[in-house]
């Protein structure tokens, strides 16, 4: 199981922490990441982060304003944003090989 948690309503430039707890498999052997869907798009991959934390990728257009990090002794992923911009807004999905939680909805607007 997968539940995301953090999102909200936040003014451009702001920031907010995603949080996704796991459950129900080895999450200290399992890479995660994060994607994302806003209205009438295509949902898409926006970080992810391997069982150790040692590699970090990111989509282009989050690289150096995310960070998604893990604690493998909470079961849990986060996903730090900052600087976030309108075009950030979706509603945004822990992943676990072919699961997904329910997502957690971003919204950026003044």
């Known amino acids: 199981q997968l539940v995301e948690s953090g999102g909200g309503l936040v003014q451009p430039g702001g920031s907010l922490r995603l949080s996704c707890a796991a459950s129900?498999?080895?999450?200290?052997?399992?890479?995660m990441s994060w994607y994302r869907q806003a209205p009438g798009k295509e949902r898409e991959f926006v970080a992810s982060i391997t069982n150790t934390g040692g590699t970090t990728n990111y989509a282009d257009s989050v690289k150096g304003r995310f960070t998604i990090s893990r604690d493998n002794n909470k079961n849990m992923v986060y996903l730090q944003m900052n600087s976030l911009k309108p075009e950030d807004t979706a509603v945004y999905y822990c992943?676990?090989?072919?699961?997904r939680g329910q997502g957690t909805q971003v919204t950026v607007s003044s």
């Open positions: 992943k676990w090989s072919l699961y």
């Open positions: 129900g498999f080895t999450f200290s052997s399992s890479g």
